[in-house]
């Protein structure tokens, strides 16, 4: 018998349809309620919260880096300004694939290796991911053109025109002015961002260092609308930045470039100082490099050229290098004698052209001495033993005023101190004593150090710029003005940095000493061994009247006895 077939319960079915419908109405009315609340909270409660965080991503906040003040000698000719310079800047933030970007970018520019490896550098050193940060510099006009050509390829990458700094008499000025570097990792961990927002040179060397706060300026900013892309729509207000104070040196750039054409090329240093004001006039090293070369950084190849170089151009010889002073040393000496009534203008001792200390065998002979045993400048007074230099003079008085004596009043006049006011890498030479020698040396003073020292030779040790300092002390009969750089500056440590005591010297002591230094110059035309020393290669060949002192200091070693090629010893001059 066939079953009967199953009859549909409509009636069923529309129950539970009811059901469903209700608990899914409910359902959204919950969700709906939800949703108003939220809405609700957000108007009321998060409503100044939620403003901002839409304010904060519509407008951007963008430094403007103040300009670097100028740096001028003292008749106005620029010593550093600034340029243009169109560098390429990254926004690691936009960018997806780094490496990928820098494959495709370094086709279109036609980068070269070390540009390549330089932009890896920097692009992940910056800790500034949001911010725009450079990476190529100095782009050329093919180089810009390529890259807006292919700009749409490169999100987070952009042209930014920037000043740079500039140093328009290049090597000439190099050690004189110093120089600006590119801000480092070290440099950034202690520097103030705020500061230094959007500014990515810092002064290293000289005068751009020392007085770094004043060049820097004061940064401003603007409030910039910006689209969804990031891209800056108006500028809506803002703060204009404060540009950095210009400078005027006391530095004459013709002095300068008379003191290297004097050099003809060799190694060496001249500083001139004014007397009155302390001002430095010239500060040449020789050789030198091109401070422009370190601005918006130096390739490996030309700072290892420079660095492995034997002419050591890198180093500041004028206020670093650290030399005996020779017979430069000998009119301190002699002031000092005179200032203590050790000697008077009158005394006058035989020089038979060696010096023996008693009981002692060894000769210290003079300059003029020869292997024929002969030599030695007759009788000589303070005077004629310091146009003629004559080293068995100031053995003696060397040895008659004690170590002791010499190494507290050669302090009179700067030496063994670094009393520069505004060059921050000066050296402070070295002026010893007993105590020195036994703390670093661990042994006793001795006669023949003292004899030594009484030519400027031994241990002391002056720079350049310390032993021009002295001498403008000595042409001012004693009076102390420190050596500076910058004209119209105040220093509040000037007191601390200056020397006493050589001021209060007698009257009567300064003119015995720089007659004697005029004749070194000007005294000619004598009998044979009458003239002053620099007669026969300044004094005769000048209109007008000086004062100075020779001196020869040892910056080569040959051992007594031994033989040296001339050529060998004119490439370690």
């Keep these: 018998m066939r079953e009967a077939l199953a009859l549909k319960d409509h009636r069923s079915e529309s129950q539970i349809y009811v059901e469903r419908a209700a608990t899914g109405a409910v359902v959204v009315l919950v969700l709906f309620s939800l949703l108003i609340l939220r809405v609700g909270y957000l108007q009321t409660v998060q409503y100044s919260d939620s403003v901002a965080r839409s304010e904060k991503n519509r ?14 000698d003292r008749q106005g000719v620029l010593l550093a300004d600034n340029r243009p310079s169109r560098n390429l800047e990254v926004i690691p933030e936009q960018i997806v694939n780094m490496e990928d970007t820098l494959f495709h970018l370094a086709t ?30 100095d782009l050329s006009d093919e180089q810009v053109a390529r890259f807006e050509a292919n700009r749409f390829r490169f999100p987070g990458l952009s042209v930014q025109a920037k000043l740079v700094r500039n140093y328009p008499q290049g090597a000439l ?70 540009n950095g104070q210009n400078l005027t040196l006391y530095l004459d750039a013709g002095l300068q470039a008379a003191a290297d054409r004097a050099l003809d090329g060799r190694r060496g ?12 006039l010239a500060l040449l090293s020789r050789p030198a490099y091109d401070p422009n070369l370190f601005v918006q950084g130096i390739s490996h190849q030309n700072y290892n050229a420079l660095r492995t170089s034997m002419d050591a151009p890198l180093f500041n010889r004028a206020i670093q290098g650290q030399y005996q002073p020779g017979s430069t040393l000998k009119p301190f000496i002699g002031l000092i004698a005179l200032g203590g009534s050790t000697v008077t203008v009158s005394d006058s001792i ?9 009981g002692n065998e060894r000769l210290y002979r003079d300059w003029n001495w020869t292997k024929t045993n002969d030599g030695g400048h ?6 004629k033993a310091l146009y003629r230099s004559c080293n068995v003079y100031f053995y003696d008085l060397a040895v008659r005023l004690g170590i002791d004596r010499l190494s507290q009043d050669l302090k009179q006049f700067g030496f063994g101190q ?46 350049p710029l310390q032993m021009a300092a002295a001498v403008a002390a000595l042409a001012n009969r004693g009076r102390w003005v420190a050596p500076r750089m910058a ?39 004598q009998i044979y061994g009458e003239n002053g020393t620099a007669w026969s290669y300044i004094g005769r060949d000048i209109e007008y009247r000086m004062a100075g002192k020779s001196g020869t200091a040892q910056v080569v070693a040959i051992e007594q006895g031994e033989v040296y090629e001339a050529s060998i010893i004119e490439e370690r001059k």
């Design 108 to 137: 279109v520019l036609e980068m070269s290796e070390e540009e390549t490896a330089r932009f890896r550098r920097l692009s992940g050193r910056t800790t500034r991911r949001f911010e725009s940060a450079p990476v190529l510099f």
């Design 59 to 72: 407008v951007q906040v963008v430094a403007r880096p103040p300009v670097r003040g100028l740096i001028l």
């Design 378 to 383: 007759g009788r000589v007074n303070i005077e």
């Design 269 to 280: 240093a001249v500083v001139a100082i004014d007397p009155k004001t302390g001002g430095i």
């Design 418 to 463: 670094a009393s520069v006011l505004d060059l921050p890498d000066a050296n402070a030479g070295l002026l010893p004593s007993r105590a020195w020698k036994r703390a670093t040396r661990k042994l006793p003073w001795y006669p023949g150090d003292t004899v030594n020292l009484g030519i400027g030779h031994g241990d002391i040790l002056v720079t």
């Design 350 to 358: 035989e020089d038979p052209g060696w010096y023996q200390l008693p």
């Design 487 to 525: 004209q119209n500056q105040s220093f509040e440590d000037a007191a601390r940095s200056s020397p006493s005591g050589a001021g209060q010297l007698p009257e009567h002591v300064w003119e015995p000493i720089i007659g004697g230094m005029e004749k070194v110059v000007h005294r000619g035309n």
């Design 173 to 242: 000025m190099a050690h004189a002015v110093g120089s600006v570097r590119r801000i480092n990792d070290r440099d950034a961990a202690s520097l103030n961002a705020t500061a230094y927002a959007s500014t990515d040179h810092i002064g290293k060397l000289g005068v751009e260092r020392f007085y770094e706060t004043e060049l820097l300026g004061q940064v401003g900013y603007d409030r910039v609308e910006a689209n969804a892309r990031g891209r800056m729509m108006r500028v809506l207000d803002g703060v204009k930045p404060i």
